[in-house]
């Protein structure tokens, strides 16, 4: 252990690829989490709903991130092993279709790898082996999970938003992140009202929702890991990112493509923007952080 850690210091490329090939294997892992969580999440609700009426859930088969096994929609080929190597499967042994019925497979499914892999090699060459890439590792695939969740079905999962704040606040606790405590706490603290107060102006002068209560607990966890000194830059990127989003789910609606619009991917990708390279960023702007 002591000799891979010498190499792993010694060697941030290698210790980046280490990183990348584990990123990879946890995309796929996360293609499952995407698909899985809010078909589980809402057999939840529905069982829910039917004790409340009094009524008796009929038994429905095991049905979470381990069980069944994953297979063709189309055809309910089962995926073998092989089938399910990141990106090589996908690209070289499938070449994009389903081995039973040859129907084509979604080009996200290795994206989402690739993005994982490449996030997490950078994590690794970035930061280097301890505790630091641990935290970062962890936080960066929970942000991509909640990313590809809120754009498909518009929602941000307590199973993923909740743990991760505390998370955050275990890092933090352990200075791994060389964040005072304090800061930390309080960045939850300030993530969660900040968006609350939001919602309820919004609501008392528009009449109606502007965003989900997951959005104040995706921004309670960011500033539960990189304190409250950074909201101000989290929510200036994510508006601008925002903005961007709004202005193409606009232009899809107009050509009568599906556009649904989700603000939780552009607070994530604004939290991991902030985590890469805040620092650098509000050097620029003069902000300390």
Not at 30 to 37: A, M
Not at 185 to 191: D, H, K, L, N, T
């Amino acid at each position: 252990m002591a000799d891979l850690l010498f190499i792993f210091s010694t060697s941030p490329a290698t210790f980046a690829g280490v990183c990348l090939v584990l990123g990879l294997l946890v995309g796929s892992f996360l293609n499952v989490v995407i698909h899985r969580l809010p078909i589980m999440m809402e057999r939840d609700w529905q069982e829910q709903c039917q004790l409340l009426q009094g009524e008796t859930p009929p038994p429905l088969p095991k049905y979470n991130l381990i069980a069944p096994r994953s297979a063709c929609p189309h055809c309910g080929y089962q995926i073998r092993a092989i089938d399910n190597i990141p990106l090589i499967s996908y690209f070289l042994l499938l070449r994009g279709r389903c081995k039973g019925c040859q129907a084509s497979i979604s080009i996200r499914y290795p994206l989402v790898e690739l993005l994982t892999g490449l996030v997490s090699g950078y994590i690794g060459f970035r930061f280097g082996p301890g505790p630091l890439t641990a935290g970062a590792l962890l936080f960066s695939w929970a942000l991509i999970a909640l990313t590809f969740i809120d754009f498909d079905k518009q929602l941000l999962p307590d199973d993923i938003t909740l743990p991760l704040m505390w998370l955050g606040i275990f890092f933090n606790l352990n200075g791994w992140l060389g964040l005072p405590l304090k800061e930390s706490i309080v960045g939850a603290m300030a993530g969660y009202l900040i968006l609350w107060s939001v919602y309820w102006l919004f609501k008392l002068i528009r009449g109606k929702e502007g965003m989900g209560y997951g959005d104040f607990k995706l921004l309670a966890a960011l500033g539960a890991w990189l304190g409250w000194l950074a909201l101000p830059q989290i929510i200036l990127i994510s508006s601008v990112l925002g903005v961007i989003g709004g202005i193409i789910t606009n232009i899809m609606a107009q050509r009568g493509l599906e556009s649904r619009f989700a603000f939780g991917p552009y607070l994530a990708m604004a939290g991991m923007v902030s985590m890469l390279w805040g620092p650098e960023i509000a050097g620029l702007l003069g902000i300390r952080i």
